[in-house]
């Protein structure tokens, strides 16, 4: 598992995940079983989803009688905890996708099983029934309740996600941003027909795990996802183990080959605002300064925060670049004739300079993130 980490850095619920790609919950299928037969090439699975209470699990009952799977039970404790234990001894990071009608049926879920999986929040289900027992959708349009749900977790010292529908709630950005307040660690966005606008929109508004679902069955969705912004992607409805297996492969070459498995695309070329790491000196008009002023740094903030930055690492070398330092160059594929040579003479790899530069948006993203949550602070 070393091995997974230094290649993709990611860790969930204290555990490495050892590839980014995921199974998504679908109701009366993804169970232990069904995880355990494709764990080979999945670092995470949330199974579900699971109805929690009485009015929920009525729910559930309802949309199995309309045809629907769903996973019926009279003790939702004793089905999860078989569930659970079946995974004990998998190397796939576990989450249980959860339906409940009140914060109180989630904390007691939390209260059973502690901190073993992660417990995710279905702020996704349109299904009538559901939406009427006060889960699913209707946590997006009634966010006050996610919110009192996500602390009821983070009172039981959990890890929380919230899987939810881009495009339903009124602003996905000011959603994404209030999950990140309310103290949860997951923002999984089934993106409907959004494609990557919607990952850099939560991206940008948010520092939490992102994992971007719908249709990411192609290692071409799949870096689309990431240089947008995702951490994981996610699969449901095709997640069989000859899809699962291609995209790890895929994924992995990639990471080696490149350094970085989801390096941003430069912020002149759409990218979202990790990609500040690539970008040079604010000294002409160009798609770094209304970027600057969105995250609410000055050009003085931002040369003084990546000059510190880089300080003692191989990017604040570099005298023959265009201005100096690594530090304002850009991504390896994009041509550089200095750069490269730089490069050579400090025996840099390609994959090292992306690793340093990696480095240096994380540092970024930590600076940008505590300003804003101290300015919420203050405010």
């Given at each position: 598992m070393r091995e997974a980490y230094d290649r993709f850095e990611l860790t969930i619920n204290d555990r490495i995940v050892k590839t980014p790609v995921a199974i998504a919950?679908?109701?009366?299928?993804?169970?232990?079983?069904?995880?355990?037969?494709?764990?080979?090439?999945?670092?995470?699975?949330?199974?579900?989803?699971y109805s929690i209470d009485r009015p929920t699990m009525e729910a559930s009952r309802q949309m199995a009688d309309a045809g629907r799977k769903e996973f019926l039970y009279d003790d939702p404790i004793e089905a999860l905890g078989r569930e659970i234990s079946a995974l004990r001894s998998s190397d796939v990071v576990v989450g249980i996708n959860l339906r409940g009608?009140?914060?109180?049926?989630?904390?007691?879920?939390?209260?059973?099983?502690?901190?073993?999986?992660?417990?995710?929040?279905?702020?996704?289900?349109?299904?009538?029934?559901?939406?009427?027992?006060?889960?699913?959708?209707?946590?997006?349009?009634?966010?006050?309740?996610?919110?009192?749900?996500?602390?009821?977790?983070?009172?039981?010292?959990?890890?929380?996600?919230?899987?939810?529908?881009?495009?339903?709630?009124?602003?996905?950005?000011?959603?994404?941003?209030?999950?990140w307040k309310a103290g949860a660690d997951i923002i999984h966005v089934d993106l409907m027909?959004?494609?990557?606008?919607?990952v850099r929109q939560i991206r940008n508004a948010s520092p939490l795990t992102l994992i971007a679902n719908n249709s990411m069955t192609t290692f071409e969705r799949a870096m689309d996802a990431f240089s947008h912004g995702a951490d994981m992607v996610s699969v449901a409805r095709k997640s069989d183990p000859w899809t699962l297996a291609g995209l790890d492969a895929a994924i992995t070459r990639?990471?080696?080959?490149?350094?970085?498995?989801?390096?941003?695309?430069?912020?002149?070329?759409?990218g979202d605002i990790r990609g500040?790491?690539?970008?040079?000196?604010?000294?002409?008009?160009?798609?770094?300064?209304?970027?600057?002023?969105?995250?609410?740094?000055?050009?003085?903030?931002?040369?003084?925060?990546k000059q510190?930055?880089?300080?003692?690492?191989?990017?604040?070398?570099?005298?023959?670049?265009?201005?100096?330092?690594?530090?304002?160059?850009?991504?390896?594929?994009?041509?550089?004739?200095?750069?490269?040579?730089?490069?050579?003479?400090?025996?840099?790899?390609?994959?090292?300079?992306?690793?340093?530069?990696?480095?240096?948006s994380e540092t970024i993203m930590q600076r940008i993130f505590d300003e804003a949550e101290s300015g919420d602070e203050s405010g």
């Open positions: 919950s679908m109701a009366g299928i993804v169970d232990a079983a069904y995880v355990l037969e494709r764990a080979e090439h999945v670092g995470a699975a949330f199974i579900g989803g009608s009140s914060p109180e049926s989630y904390a007691r879920v939390a209260g059973a099983f502690e901190d073993g999986v992660i417990y995710e929040i279905d702020a996704h289900c349109r299904q009538e029934p559901m939406i009427e027992a006060g889960c699913g959708e209707y946590l997006l349009e009634h966010r006050a309740k996610l919110l009192e749900i996500i602390r009821a977790l983070k009172a039981e010292d959990v890890t929380v996600s919230v899987k939810m529908r881009a495009g339903v709630a009124a602003d996905d950005a000011a959603l994404a941003r209030s999950i027909d959004f494609e990557h606008s919607k990639a990471a080696e080959e490149g350094g970085w498995y989801n390096a941003p695309k430069q912020i002149c070329r759409g500040l790491t690539f970008c040079c000196m604010p000294v002409k008009p160009c798609p770094l300064i209304p970027t600057l002023r969105k995250v609410g740094l000055s050009p003085e903030d931002y040369l003084n925060l510190e930055a880089v300080k003692g690492t191989p990017l604040e070398g570099g005298a023959t670049t265009c201005f100096g330092s690594l530090a304002w160059c850009c991504k390896i594929s994009s041509p550089c004739m200095f750069r490269n040579m730089t490069l050579e003479s400090m025996n840099l790899s390609p994959q090292d300079y992306m690793r340093c530069k990696r480095r240096l």
